[in-house]
């Protein structure tokens, strides 16, 4: 019975030294895993961040760009409708300084706009610039005004309308984190 004994107490020794082993390899992979989950998180989370600080970013330059192109235009408009002897320098000048403030504007935009992540939403942006660009460069004459500020303010809706839902599912899925 002693030999028994003996080999129990030899077992019980490498018994316990393997459970040491296992338990500690079976921390070390929970260790790993949550290191893995940290930086997906942190890594989500910088990402969210680039994206937030970007979209109401593109936000306020697009509403900057739109307000500067209606001035423009309505400038434009009200010129083309005097008679040309009634134009003044002055009025003419701050038509030029209206399309300059556009161009300057649109410029901005343009400069951000590469940086919103989600494609969709990104033509959305350009094709509002675009349109903003485009529209309005007809002649009074010819121009449907009312139907051209309609228009374009569709266009322009309908990318603020995507880039403030972009930043409400943003700060949702934050406030579900």
């Not at 005004?145 to 972009?166: D, E, F, K």
């Amino acid at each position: 019975m002693e030999g028994w004994n003996f080999w129990w107490g030899i077992a019980a020794f490498f018994l316990g030294g393997l459970a040491t082993q296992l338990n500690g390899w079976l921390a070390y992979r929970r260790q790993r895993k949550d290191r893995a989950d940290d930086a997906t998180a942190a890594l989500r989370q910088r990402r969210e961040e680039f994206e937030l600080q970007h979209l109401v970013e593109v936000n306020q330059l697009l509403r900057d760009c739109m307000a500067s192109r209606v001035s423009a235009l309505f400038l434009r408009w009200s010129n083309e409708l005097q008679p040309d002897d009634q134009v003044t320098a002055e009025k003419k000048e701050e038509q030029k300084t209206a399309e300059r403030t556009f161009t300057a504007a649109r410029a901005k935009l343009q400069s951000q706009v590469g940086f919103v992540l989600d494609d969709q939403l990104r033509q959305k942006v350009e094709d509002a610039t675009e349109i903003m660009s485009n529209f309005g460069d007809e002649s009074a004459a010819t121009t449907d005004r009312a139907g051209v500020l309609l228009h374009m303010h569709h266009v322009v809706s309908a990318a603020h309308a995507t880039l403030t839902a972009r930043v409400r599912a943003l700060y949702a899925g934050r406030a579900g984190s």
